[in-house]
């Protein structure tokens, strides 16, 4: 029939805007669920995509090239009528790839004729903003963790599980006595990023102070590993703000549990692990991703032998 297009003739559209935006949303999120995203997950996709909308309803820009432009260049300055301040490189490179993500789904419905994010440059990260802890502060925190009048047994149980098993703050709440196998020392991540499930390990010293805690506390396998004050799972909330209590307590800055995620990588690294070995520990899904921490370790390296060269000393005197 002569009325009838062929789906060859259908033209699809450059861009999207306001209702047309909502429903493409929403089917990529209803796609999600069907495909097995996690729930922090599907709440993170829909908060951010939703503040893109607002963005873009509010200053009449559609999602292609330059309203993403507008919305990435005020979002990096913190004028995106969300942010309250200049959001971090890293939180930048989050919300670029989540919305490359949804453009790329996009396309592949047919809902746009090309993903707008291909033009929309990601941020660079650089590797000066991992810092891991030194042996002193390390020290400091256990020490300040012992000297808690209260959980002190179990503070110190987290510190050593933190800085052992690199997990992050969401998979160790997550975590429930059953999970932990004290038979070959290593820990199940059930609700890991992603939603992927991974085995973490850890030593003998944090081994003996994880089962001197859950000795002291008489516990179900079904209960949360680490014990909130209310006898409830502890939130990634509460363990922030626990960390920053014994980092003050300590005289240690910048104390939170990710940078024990960063201290471990570093440390495992020093200490002869390979590179694909930690980034199974850490649940990366790319090698480039633990590179940069492999690099950190590297630098540690040669600064060591900068100072303690053997030939470089051999005619020291006093030796």
Known sequence: MKNCQSASQVQIPAALVRDSLLRAVQGWLLSGEIAGWSRKTLDDRCIWMGRLRQ?????????????????????????????????????VKHVHSLVSA?????????????????????????????????????????RA?????????????????????????????????????????????????????????????TANVLSRYLLNTARDPEDPLFMSERGGPMTPGSL??????????????????????????VRLLRNGAHAFGVMSLLGHTRIQTTQVYVKLAEADVKDMHRTASPMDNLNKKGR
């Open 240 to 265: 922030f703000q626990l960390c920053k209590r014994l980092g003050k307590a300590a005289g240690v800055r910048g104390v939170h549990p990710h940078r024990f995620r960063h201290d471990a990588a």
């Open 145 to 205: 963790a012992a000297n808690c009048q209260k959980n002190g047994l179990r503070n110190t149980a987290i510190l050593h599980f933190l800085a052992d098993t690199a997990v992050r703050a969401s998979e160790l709440c997550a975590m429930t006595v059953d999970d932990v196998n004290f038979t070959d020392r290593t820990a199940h991540v059930r609700c890991g990023k992603g939603g992927k499930a991974r085995i973490v390990a850890f030593g003998k010293t």
């Open 55 to 91: 963005y873009l309803d509010a200053n009449d820009l559609a999602f292609d090239v330059n309203g993403l432009r507008a919305y990435f260049a005020a979002y990096q300055k913190g004028r995106d009528g969300r942010s309250v301040r200049p959001p971090k490189p890293a939180s």
């Open 102 to 142: 949804f453009g790329s789904w996009c396309v592949q419905e047919e809902l746009l004729e090309a993903n707008p994010m291909k033009r929309i440059p990601a941020p660079i990260i650089r590797d000066d903003g991992i810092e891991p802890y030194t042996d002193a502060e390390l020290n400091a925190l256990l």
